[in-house]
């Protein structure tokens, strides 16, 4: 076989992946990156979604780049989103699988509810695939809460993620509008959170009544009537955002089980999302960020 014809039957590495070393915009970095290239090729890749940034898909030249971001050239497209009834598949392996929760549906089932949740659609989901396929759970969102979630596909990725989860998970984001503009721009509350036989959490300052939750907050947006706030949480307790909400007098539009008086946009107004967590099998780093909800917007 003559050298030419061994060259063109090379098979090309589906993913080229870069790190940023300094701050810049995409395109300048990827020409410099990518000596083959030239700008229009680079911008044809960019529309047709074979550019990633920290595993997002970008499709502006001028994206900003901080330094350790990930770029990476994925010589296939990046799949799209998979719409499901209910949810949206964001990211899909033969490990894990990634997806956008709308609200109002469960993460798995009840005693009163057994059909038409998260679990429930993605385990025929991946049935269809092949009978023999699972689903296994790895944490909730409520029922009332939109956003990101991950589910496992095999027991090794549902048992690694659940034993390592608070140092696997590197970024866990939720946009809350709150009643009232929030006073201070920035602020972290931290308290104790315990369940009542009625389902109630409640909050105590007291570590002998329940497990201890920080949550930290940033302002994004205020109006005379509602604030939008960047909530991270530093523990992931069952319905830490919305006590802690509460217990700073701004409690959660739509919330009436934790002090609401108004539901402007017929839901609760929290979201998770942005998600970071290390694959569990792979150990590649993966972030996958939602839109703000277009209810959230109609708000400011």
Do not use: C
Not at 160 to 171: A, F, G, Y
Not at 203 to 215: A, C, D, F, R, Y
Not at 255 to 273: C, E, F, S, V, W
């Amino acid at each position: 076989m003559s050298a030419g014809r061994e060259k063109n039957n090379m098979v090309r590495k589906p993913t080229k992946t870069l790190m940023v070393k300094e701050p810049g915009e995409l395109m300048t970095f990827l020409i410099a990156n990518l000596p083959g290239k030239n700008r229009n090729n680079i911008k044809t890749l960019m529309k047709d979604k074979h550019i990633t940034v920290n595993g997002e898909v970008q499709t502006h030249a001028k994206h900003p780049l901080l330094a350790g971001q990930k770029v990476e050239v994925h010589w296939v497209p990046v799949p799209r989103a998979k719409q499901l009834h209910d949810i949206t598949i964001i990211h899909e392996d033969e490990h894990i699988i990634v997806i956008d929760k709308h609200a109002g549906v469960l993460s798995v089932a009840t005693d009163k509810e057994k059909r038409d949740t998260a679990y429930s659609i993605l385990s025929a989901h991946v049935k269809q695939q092949h009978y023999q396929n699972k689903i296994f759970i790895v944490h909730r969102l409520d029922r009332d809460t939109s956003g990101l979630m991950v589910y496992a596909r095999t027991e090794q990725a549902k048992r690694v993620l659940q034993q390592t989860w608070n140092e696997s998970v590197k970024e866990r984001s939720y946009l809350a509008i709150v009643e009232r503009p929030v006073e201070k721009d920035k602020g972290t509350i931290k308290s104790y959170l315990k369940e009542t036989s009625a389902l109630i959490v409640y909050s105590s300052q007291n570590p002998e009544h329940g497990q201890l939750s920080i949550t930290h907050y940033e302002v994004l947006q205020r109006t005379p009537r509602y604030s939008m706030l960047k909530v991270d949480l530093e523990t992931g307790r069952k319905n830490q955002v919305r006590v802690h909400m509460k217990d700073i007098e701004h409690p959660i539009v739509g919330d009436k089980k934790y002090g609401a008086k108004t539901d402007p946009i017929a839901r609760l107004g929290l979201h998770a999302y942005i998600l970071a967590f290390k694959h569990p099998i792979t150990g590649e780093d993966l972030r996958f960020e939602t839109p703000k909800p277009r209810k959230f917007l109609r708000l400011f």
